[in-house]
C-alpha cells in the first residue's frame, strides 16, 4: 500500500552495527506497528505505538528500540544488529476510530546482518 | 491467551480447482478474524475480515471464509484457482489491549501453489 512506506527497502549490515528503520505514513492513523517476519514462523510483533506519547512492548521486543517521531513517522533500531536478526520486517497502521482496527502494511524491508 | 492454527504449509492446486486454506483459532471472546495475502516481494494485503456482523464473509479476488464458532474455524475459499492467486496466505486474529486498540497474531502462513 503506497500510504506506508519503508525505507530501506534492502539493506546488509555487519555484526554490530547500529541500524535504524523507518516508516511513514499518509493515512492519518493513530496506530502503528512494527513486524518481523521470518520463514515459516509467520509475523511477530515488536513494537506498537498507539499515539505519539504510547510506546508498547510486543512479543519480541528484546534487541530492538523504537521512536515515534510524528504521527506519521515510527522507526525501528536495532543498537547492535546480530545475524539472528536477518528478516523481513513490516510497518503497519491502523485507525484508532474503526471499529475493527485493521492493520495496512507497508512494503517491508529485507534486512540481512553479516 | 489467544492463537491461530494454520494448517498446511503448503498447499497445492491445479487451476480451476476450489481452493481451501484452513485457520483455527482460540479464543476466550468473540474475535475478529482476518485473512491476508502476501504476494512476492511485496506487503501483506487485506483480502478480508470477520466482524460478528455476517459469519459469511466475501472479500477481494473472489475469495470467501466462513466463521464457524462451534468449529472455532476461519477457512478461506474460492472456488476456482487463478495462476495470479499463487502467494501466501496469512490469518490472523484480533482482540483487544488493556491499553485500548487491537493487537493482532498471525498463523504461520500457507503457501498456495497453483499448477496448470
Known amino acids: 500500500d503506497a500510504d506506508v512506506t519503508q525505507t530501506p527497502r534492502n539493506r546488509i549490515t555487519k555484526t554490530g552495527k547500529r541500524i535504524m528503520l523507518e516508516c511513514s505514513q499518509t493515512?492519518?492513523?493513530?496506530?502503528m506497528y512494527w513486524y518481523r517476519q521470518d520463514p515459516g514462523l509467520g509475523l511477530r510483533l515488536i513494537y506498537y505505538?498507539?499515539?505519539?506519547?504510547?510506546?508498547n512492548k510486543g512479543e519480541i521486543s528484546d534487541g530492538y528500540s523504537v521512536s515515534r517521531q510524528a504521527q506519521a513517522k515510527f522507526s525501528l533500531s536495532l543498537e547492535s544488529a546480530i545475524p539472528n536478526q536477518t528478516a523481513l520486517y513490516f510497518c503497519?497502521?491502523?485507525?484508532?476510530?474503526?471499529?475493527?482496527?485493521?492493520?495496512?502494511f507497508g512494503p517491508g524491508t529485507r534486512l540481512t546482518v553479516l | 491467551a489467544q492463537s491461530v492454527t494454520q494448517l498446511g504449509s503448503h498447499v497445492s492446486v491445479s487451476e480451476g480447482a476450489l481452493v481451501l486454506l484452513r485457520c483455527n483459532y482460540s479464543?476466550?471472546?468473540?474475535?475478529?478474524l482476518f485473512w491476508y495475502v502476501q504476494y512476492p516481494n511485496q506487503g501483506l494485503q487485506l483480502l478480508l475480515k470477520?466482524?460478528?456482523?455476517?459469519?459469511l464473509v466475501k472479500g477481494i479476488n473472489g475469495f470467501e471464509a466462513e466463521f464457524k464458532k462451534s468449529e472455532t474455524s476461519f477457512h478461506l475459499t474460492k472456488p476456482s484457482a487463478h495462476m495470479r492467486d499463487a502467494a501466501e496466505y496469512f490469518c490472523?486474529?484480533?482482540?483487544?489491549?488493556?491499553?485500548?486498540?487491537?493487537?493482532?497474531?498471525f498463523g504461520t502462513g500457507t503457501q498456495l501453489k497453483v499448477e496448470l
Open positions: 503497519a497502521t491502523s485507525d484508532a476510530s474503526a471499529v475493527t482496527d485493521t492493520q495496512y
Open positions: 493515512k492519518g492513523h493513530d496506530r
Open positions: 505505538s498507539f499515539d505519539v506519547k504510547d510506546i
Open positions: 479464543s476466550s471472546v468473540p474475535p475478529y
Open positions: 470477520y466482524t460478528s456482523a455476517a459469519t
Open positions: 490472523a486474529v484480533s482482540l483487544p489491549t488493556t491499553g485500548g486498540g487491537n493487537k493482532l497474531t
